[in-house]
């Protein structure tokens, strides 16, 4: 069981930048594919970013793409996600999830964090 606990959601301007890290329980780390997804009030949860194993390679939603950046750091069992020039359509809470192998669905969900940004 992989516990994964959120941290640097918060409050900024439009324009702003923030940094959310995501650490996990699990010692082997480095076997689980991680992602970063988002969940706006009244809507369902939506992709947003995700990262191999190794940190290779990376895929980011459509809309969000040239603004965030996914990253790992193995030897801290942390995975981050660099959110730059942030819109008001960014607001949602933001989770991250772990998956073993290749497959869809993710196996291991953080609680969220909130990330609010004004206009």
């Known amino acids: 069981q992989v516990q994964l606990v959120e941290s640097g959601g918060g409050l900024v301007q439009a324009g702003g930048s923030l940094r959310l890290s995501c650490a996990a329980s699990?010692?082997?780390?480095?076997?689980?594919?991680m992602g970063w997804f988002r969940q706006a009030p009244g809507k369902g949860r939506e992709f947003v970013a995700a990262?191999?194993?190794?940190?290779?390679?990376?895929y980011n939603a459509d809309s969000v793409k040239g603004r965030f950046t996914i990253s790992r750091d193995n030897a801290k069992n942390t995975v981050y996600l660099q959110m730059n020039s942030l819109k008001p359509e960014d607001t949602a809470v933001y989770y991250c999830a772990a998956k073993v192998g290749a497959k869809d669905k993710y196996d291991y969900w953080g609680q969220g964090t909130q990330v609010t940004v004004s206009s």
């Open positions: 699990e010692r082997a780390f480095s076997s689980y594919s």
């Open positions: 990262i191999s194993r190794t940190g290779g390679s990376t």
